[in-house]
């Protein structure tokens, strides 16, 4: 497997890509928490 | 259904049938027939997933889930984006570099056969269940509206996607999820447009939210904390969906051949990556807004008036009891309570808009349908002894809603959608059943030297013979409550042990195949009796599946290490 077939796309590395992802969990759980209070 | 509503479902499904064989030309070997020639690109990788993942269970039970539970079934999903990132930095780049058809080749290489082959028997024998069920779920539909008969309609169901899973093998199944996604997409969006242009006028969508929430249903976050502490056999809480939920999608998108298969069809691993990340960035929010369109029917029906059961042809059969008499009273007492129901729904409504919201009117109104949920309690029991069958209407809620409610045309377009949710992920199940079986089973103790072709036409039985056992299983599927669970339920029951054999060959480099094999016998049989005779969340069987064959096979081989250096 190459390093071109791993590249990841937009980012520098994929360790941004999983970081990301992480933080959109974490900001979805926030928001989630938010609406429940919120609502009820 | 109307003419039109036919008419709609019937082109619909005929567009999907005529696409799949379309797409079906694939080289005939098993390269072209289960990894598309690897040649995807990572949106098709995502539509795929998705697809596979999101079958009709997901769509009938998700809203009736937050109907009957509140939204915190979402909390479920919470696993799946970590399990997505550990799974692109630790499996995805091993399954690519080895060039496998099935993740259960790893196993050998790493172990022995006799592993790789117990964890592809675990794999066969539990998605080929799972698949039966999901073949149930959309018939269940179609025999309660149409009144057919369930077994037929099973045959019906299973019989019409076999046409092009068995022709056109991993290619025809991913440009079919692509374009059923599409279509399950506009669906669902249009009914959330019509749960609220239906609500009474005055009343819009936040009103519709503030009267869910305060009577229990948008309850998206839960700790899972009583007053005697932590709940365990709490199902769905942020806890059990974080650590229970994310051995549950570790487990299921890295080693279950169904998801492994769609992303190992892609051209490279960064394909494979870019897919999997993705549905982990909308996997989340997709589910919260299908269950919120479930959160959004219950206060349409706070003003409209509900089913007391919403499996009517149940209610059909009690009506023809010598019981008809409790359920005529049950339903008039039910009637009034709904009268009660939507005149203090509407004046909560109006005082919240006033800023006056008291908080006596809506005590009153958690209180009716505190009542109202005894009755139904009481039904169910009725419905038990005297008509028997599924007592739980969990599945139905969200079709009857688009049944009654949604105007011609749009009726059809809905009762697609839970088809195609359907085929796209029997079709991936379908196709993955074969590939384990021709790859993992035919190729290593039935003929071991088939030529190309004969694998290409071998795993078009396989495809063939699974979908009728899938179809067989179905035929049992009944009284299992709602799908979502039972199919989830299912799973736990199993991923637990294969994800703890696939983490002992990631990160325990030292362990021997003879003690993961152990080991896994051993914690499969303790977890099918934890779950006979505890009751336990479902969600935490895959941490102590998985944990428990990591923890068993270290000390098996330290023990046989041990007695190694003490013979010497």
């Known amino acids: ?40 | 259904m109307s003419f039109i509503d036919w008419i709609v479902l019937a082109v619909t499904l005929l567009i999907i049938i005529g696409y799949g064989l379309y797409k079906s030309r694939t080289t005939k070997n098993l390269d072209g027939y289960f990894l598309s020639n690897r040649s995807m690109p990572w949106y098709l990788i995502l539509l795929s997933i998705m697809g596979t993942q999101a079958s009709a269970i997901t769509f009938l039970s998700a809203p009736g889930q937050a109907y009957t539970d509140g939204m915190r079934f979402v909390q479920y999903y919470f696993g799946l984006p970590l399990a997505m990132v550990v799974l692109c930095i630790t499996f995805v780049p091993v399954f690519h570099r080895l060039k496998i058809y099935t993740a259960y080749e790893y196993l050998e290489e790493r172990f022995d056969l006799k592993t790789r082959t117990l964890t592809s028997f675990l794999f066969l024998l539990q998605r080929g269940l799972s698949t039966g069920i999901s073949i149930y779920a959309p018939s269940i539909i179609l025999s309660s509206l149409l009144g057919w008969n369930i077994y037929w309609t099973n045959i019906f169901m299973g019989g019409l996607l076999i046409i092009y899973t068995v022709t056109g093998g991993a290619k025809a199944v991913a440009y079919t999820q692509q374009l059923q996604l599409i279509i399950i997409f506009a669906g669902m969006f249009l009914a959330a447009y019509m749960v609220v242009h239906l609500l009474p006028e005055g009343v819009g969508f936040i009103d519709a939210l503030k009267v869910s929430g305060k009577l229990g249903k948008l309850n998206v976050i839960t700790t899972g904390n009583t007053e005697k502490g932590f709940n365990w056999s709490d199902r769905y809480n942020i806890w059990s969906g974080l650590i229970g939920g994310f051995f549950l999608a570790l487990s299921y998108f890295g080693t279950d051949q169904s998801q492994v298969g769609r992303y190992l069809t892609a051209k490279n691993v960064s394909e494979s990556k870019t897919g999997l990340l993705m549905n982990g960035i909308v996997k989340v929010p997709m589910q919260f807004l299908i269950l919120l369109i479930g959160a959004l029917i219950f206060t349409f029906y706070q003003f409209n008036q509900a089913p007391i059961f919403f499996n009517q042809a149940q209610v059909n059969k009690l009506a023809a009891s010598p019981k008809k008499d409790t359920l005529r009273f049950m339903e008039q007492q039910y009637n009034l309570l709904s009268a009660k129901k939507k005149e203090l729904s509407a004046t909560f409504v109006q005082e919240e808009k006033h800023g006056s919201a008291s908080a006596a009117t809506i005590n009153e109104l958690r209180n009716v349908n505190a009542e109202s949920e005894k009755i139904r309690t009481g039904l169910k029991d009725v419905l038990k002894k005297e008509v028997g069958g599924d007592t739980s209407d969990t599945n139905y809620i969200f079709i009857r809603f688009v049944v009654d409610y949604l105007p011609k045309g749009l009726v059809g377009l809905l009762i697609a959608v839970i088809f195609l949710a359907s085929w796209g992920s029997i079709a991936a199940a379908l196709n993955s059943l074969a590939s384990s079986t021709v790859v993992d089973i035919h190729k290593k103790f039935i003929n071991t030297s088939c030529t190309e072709f004969m694998d290409y036409s071998i795993s078009r039985y396989y495809s063939l013979g699974w979908g009728i056992f899938c179809i067989v299983i179905a035929q049992f599927a009944n009284n299992m409550g709602s799908l979502i669970e039972a199919v989830n339920v299912l799973g736990s029951l199993f991923y637990g042990v294969i994800l703890g054999i696939f983490l002992v060959a990631f990160y325990c480099k030292s362990v021997k195949g003879n003690a993961v094999f152990a080991s896994a016998l051993i914690v499969e049989l303790a977890i099918i009796l934890l779950f006979w005779k505890c009751n336990i969340g479902f969600l935490w069987l895959n941490l102590i599946g998985a944990l428990g064959v990591v923890v068993i096979a270290l000390i098996i081989h330290a023990t046989f290490n041990l007695l190694k250096l003490s013979k010497q």
């Open chain 1, 1 to 40: 497997m190459n390093n071109q077939e791993d590249k990841a796309p937009l980012f520098r590395s994929w360790r941004t890509w999983y970081t990301l992802v992480v933080a959109i969990l974490v900001l979805l759980i926030v928001l989630f928490q938010l609406f429940t209070k919120y609502f009820s």
